[in-house]
Structures are given as structure tokens and as C-alpha cells.
């Protein structure tokens, strides 16, 4: 078996194809226990002490910011999608399907990688499934709107920062969700259409053309992380990412079910969601996670 089919070998014999209990009209490729989908990884695999298979679970946080998104298209029509630690792609898709311009799911686990396509293309939507960890980076966001996102080379060392094992607004469907105070967003919050995108202006007024282009670019973009405080350092290095896209003019979402390093302090919270089915991964079968957005 070749390396390239070897992943979706392992994602097939160990999943079923199901709907994701907060967003049915999303279908993923998820296991029932956690420890045997793991241990049937690495035997397949032919590898001992690979991380914990994320991208096998559809994470509470992640459940909740795809409802979010889902019902809430205007956040993200027509923008340019960055989605951290993406796991199984479930928020990548939900942003898709909300009609994202592009979508760029990262991840640093090859499997989870193939299983972001695998779960894209069972969903009908366009997802670019990069392995690669951009933490120590700049935000990716240059680029006129609609274009596809830089090719991203091998993955440095360091802890991947996929689905974590158990951490994740008002939404009219579904039960289980609490809607938030209604109104509108406070200022700086994602919302609304992004400017309209033109040509950058030419002559001596090409400079100022050049940034009021590149300005127009930070804003069509939103950058996604769900799931991704279980531990220090990479709450760390997600938190300074996210500063920077902040900095450079994008919008930041991230949803969680309050894990330890949650910066609590530096987001305000949008709304909060009930999730069922999540016995195998949490400490209940519901688990309640939020969504949050910088208060910087």
C-alpha cells in the first residue's frame, strides 16, 4: 500500500461516515471510542507513539463554532478562511459551506491532513488540506480575495496542534444550544460583508493604493481555532498567531469548552452551545462550549 493511500486505508477501516450530532447537515468520517481508534491507527500505520487521532471526533468546541458559522453565513461570505488545528475539518467545512471563498484547514498530523479531504469531498465543498504548522509564522493572509493559500512546506517540530482530547451563540435549530443577549456585535467583532475588493491605484498615488489593497485583504480574512487550549505552550503559541492576524486587520473566532489554558481574560463570549454525544471524550454526555472572540 502506497504512502498516499495508506491514510485514507486507515480513515475508512476505522470510521463511519456519520452526521455530527450539533450540525446534521454536516457529515464526518468519526470513530466510537477514541483508545481503539488510536491503537488501530499505529498498527496500521506500522508506528508506535503517534499522537492521539483528533481528527477521529468531532470535538465539542469545533461542533459549536460550525454552528455558528452555519448560521450565521454573512461572517463568512466571500472571505478568505484560515482554520488552525483543524482535526477532522469540521469547521473548515462549516465556513465552506457558509460560502467561504477559500477555506485553508491546517494541520500538522498527515492522517488528520487526509482526512480533512476525505471529509471535504464526502460534504461537497472545497477545503485546501495543508500539513504544516504556521504557529511562529505570520498569518497567511496576503493575497487578492479568492486566492488560494501559499503552498506550505513540511511541518517543524513541536507539539501538533490537533483536535485536543476533550474542550470547545445563539442558534435557532437544533436543540441543546443557549442563545446569547441579542444585539449587535461589539465593535471589532467579526460581522457584515467584507469591503469590496478593486485594483490598487496607479501613478504617484500607487503606494497608497498598494496598502488601502493590502487593507482590504486583512479584513476579507478569518482566521479559526477550535479546541486548541489542552496545553501550555501551544496555548501559547496560538494565542501570539492570533494577536498577529488581529494586528494585521483579520478577524479571530476560536471556540472552547473552557479548558485549562483558555486565556479567559483576552476573548469575549458570543455565544454558548450545549453539545450532545460527547460520552467517549469528555467527563458528560453534553458538553457546553462557547464561542469567543478577542477583547483586544
Known amino acids: 500500500m502506497s504512502a498516499v493511500q495508506e491514510p485514507l486505508a486507515v480513515i475508512q477501516a ?7 450530532p450539533l450540525v446534521p447537515e454536516i457529515r464526518l468520517h468519526l470513530a466510537s471510542e477514541p483508545v481503539a481508534l488510536w491503537e488501530q491507527t499505529e498498527r496500521d500505520l506500522g508506528r508506535a507513539g503517534l499522537e ?3 481528527w477521529g471526533f468531532a470535538w465539542a468546541g469545533g461542533q459549536a463554532l460550525a454552528r455558528y458559522l452555519l448560521d450565521r453565513p454573512a461572517l463568512v461570505a466571500g472571505r478568505r478562511v ?14 465552506a459551506r457558509a460560502g467561504a471563498a477559500t477555506v485553508a484547514a491546517y494541520d ?8 480533512i479531504g476525505l471529509n471535504a469531498a464526502a460534504n461537497g465543498v472545497a477545503v485546501s488540506a495543508i500539513r504544516a504548522d504556521i504557529l511562529d509564522a505570520d498569518p497567511p493572509l496576503a493575497g487578492p480575495p479568492g486566492s488560494e493559500p501559499p503552498p506550505a512546506g513540511p511541518p517543524p517540530g513541536g507539539p501538533p496542534p490537533g483536535e485536543p482530547p476533550a474542550a470547545d451563540p445563539p442558534r435557532a ?3 441543546g444550544s443557549e442563545s446569547p443577549a441579542p444585539g449587535p456585535p461589539p465593535a ?18 500607487g503606494g497608497a493604493g498598494l496598502a488601502r489593497e493590502a487593507a482590504r ?8 481555532a477550535a479546541d486548541a487550549w489542552y496545553e501550555r505552550e501551544l496555548a501559547d503559541r496560538l494565542l501570539c498567531f492570533l494577536e498577529r492576524a488581529r494586528n494585521g486587520g483579520a478577524d479571530v473566532l476560536v471556540a472552547d469548552p473552557g479548558r485549562a489554558y483558555l486565556p479567559r481574560d483576552r476573548f469575549t463570549r458570543l455565544a454558548t452551545y450545549r453539545v450532545p ?13 462557547s464561542v469567543l472572540a478577542p477583547a483586544w
Request: proline share 16%; aromatic share 2%; no cysteine.
Open 277 to 289: 454525544g460527547t460520552g467517549a471524550l469528555e467527563d458528560s454526555d453534553t458538553k457546553t462550549a
Open 217 to 224: 485583504d486583512a479584513a476579507a480574512a478569518l482566521v479559526l
Open 52 to 54: 492521539p487521532p483528533y
Open 14 to 20: 476505522g470510521t463511519q461516515l456519520m452526521p455530527v
Open 173 to 175: 435549530g437544533p436543540p
Open 188 to 205: 471589532g467583532l467579526p460581522g457584515g460583508e467584507p469591503p469590496p475588493a478593486g485594483p490598487p491605484a496607479g501613478g504617484a498615488e
Open 108 to 115: 500538522v498530523d498527515p492522517v488528520a491532513v487526509a482526512a
Open 82 to 95: 484560515i482554520d488552525l488545528a483543524s482535526g477532522s475539518g469540521l469547521v473548515a467545512i462549516a465556513a
